[in-house]
């Protein structure tokens, strides 16, 4: 939830610009991404930290890239051999930096027998100290190929699935992400659905910028939010025409949503610009609160909302009715403070902004 755009994920930051924060913070800006994924473990040890020099890498790198308004999200590859241990570790690692995320890497070492248990203690673990912040897994791409893996048991407590679509050896990015969601939503619990591409080479192999295209080109076409790839290490030391496509691509998902998908999709990044900019300059805003009007007005709102009423707000669309400029959704929401079950919103839209908005929602 909350991650829109384009990403990449980071394996050891003194592998990418020279470890400096700034450059790393000015990169991805430049590539327009929108969300970073850091290495903040690995099983029950520390990740991008020199315990010699007691150097903590991760620290300015999110504190740089969140200057520069893009998302920061922590993954851990999980073993299970210590599943107590592990989602302590997560839990304090992710709060430690403010992460707006945690990523669960799990792969073949689940696979062995009596493993949903272990998953299973680990994300309950993991859940008492992380309430509502986003969680997601990352895993196989087919789960047809891996139903010995304990998809379910991490999905029952994730809030979504980022898939590693990993088609080394072939050129078929767009069949194999699209065989990707459909199983991910048919054969284990569904939920949404972020798929992280490869920006490496395996012996001979490397994905081509044509592959790279198609993947982002079919993710938009599934109505897909965001997309990822795997990882910055590697791109830009083996293959920086690759990130040059990464950069130069324009992933608007929001161009091939409709309007409730999108709106929901827009309320989980937090980000008050961001949402704004569906609004009309002279919007007006109602709840049976107050009335307001004008983008400064509405970004005033949703800052004391996602800072004060609904911190780390995650919200999910539950209906949606009307067509063209006349909608009506609605949702619920999970927060820091509270959560939300009646979530009704009634909009007019004009020339595809908001030019109307009455809101009612109770925080119980």
């Not at 302590?88 to 062995?112: C, F, H, P, S, W």
């Not at 949402?275 to 709840?287: G, K, R, W």
């Not at 979530?343 to 119980?364: A, Q």
Request: net charge positive; charged share 15%; glycine share 6%.
């Amino acid at each position: 939830m909350g991650l829109i755009g384009k990403g990449f994920w980071i394996w050891k930051i003194p592998s990418c610009e020279g470890g400096q924060a700034a450059s790393i913070a000015a990169a991805a800006s430049a590539a327009k991404l929108t969300h970073v994924m850091i290495k903040i473990a690995d099983g029950v040890a520390l990740s991008n930290y020199d315990s010699v020099n007691k150097i903590d890498y991760i620290a300015p790198v999110v504190s740089a890239l969140k200057a520069k308004g893009i998302q920061v999200w922590g993954w851990h590859y999980v073993y299970g051999n210590d599943p107590l241990r592990e989602a302590r570790l997560a839990a304090q690692r992710t709060l430690q930096y403010n992460m707006n995320g945690y990523i669960i890497d799990a792969e073949v070492e689940y696979k062995q027998p009596g493993r949903s248990t272990v998953a299973k203690t680990f994300m309950s673990e993991l859940r008492k100290y992380l309430p509502s912040l986003p969680i997601a897994l990352s895993t196989f791409r087919f789960p047809s190929y891996h139903m010995e893996f304990p998809f379910n048991a991490f999905l029952e407590k994730c809030d979504l699935t980022m898939p590693q679509v990993y088609w080394e050896e072939s050129h078929n990015a767009d069949a194999q992400l699209t065989r990707c969601v459909t199983e991910y939503q048919t054969k284990v619990i569904s939920r949404p659905l972020i798929p992280t591409g490869p920006s490496y080479k395996v012996g001979k192999w490397a994905p081509t910028t044509t592959d790279i295209t198609l993947f982002m080109q079919t993710a938009l076409k599934l109505n897909l939010p965001a997309v990822s790839f795997f990882s910055w290490d590697e791109c830009k030391r083996d293959l920086p025409t690759i990130w040059s496509t990464i950069s130069s691509f324009n992933y608007s998902s929001q161009a091939v949503m409709d309007f409730p998908e999108k709106f929901i999709t827009t309320l989980n990044t937090r980000n008050v610009d961001t949402i704004a900019s569906l609004y009309a300059d002279t919007a007006v805003q109602i709840t049976p609160t107050h009335t307001i009007q004008g983008t400064a007005a509405i970004k005033s709102w949703y800052t004391s909302l996602f800072s004060q009423v609904l911190p780390n707000a995650v919200f999910t669309l539950v209906s949606s009715s009307g067509t063209g400029n006349n909608r009506h959704i609605n949702w619920k929401c999970t927060s820091s403070n509270g959560s939300v079950q009646d979530g009704s919103d009634t909009f007019g839209i004009v020339n595809e902004k908001i030019s109307y908005h009455y809101s009612f929602f109770k925080v119980s």
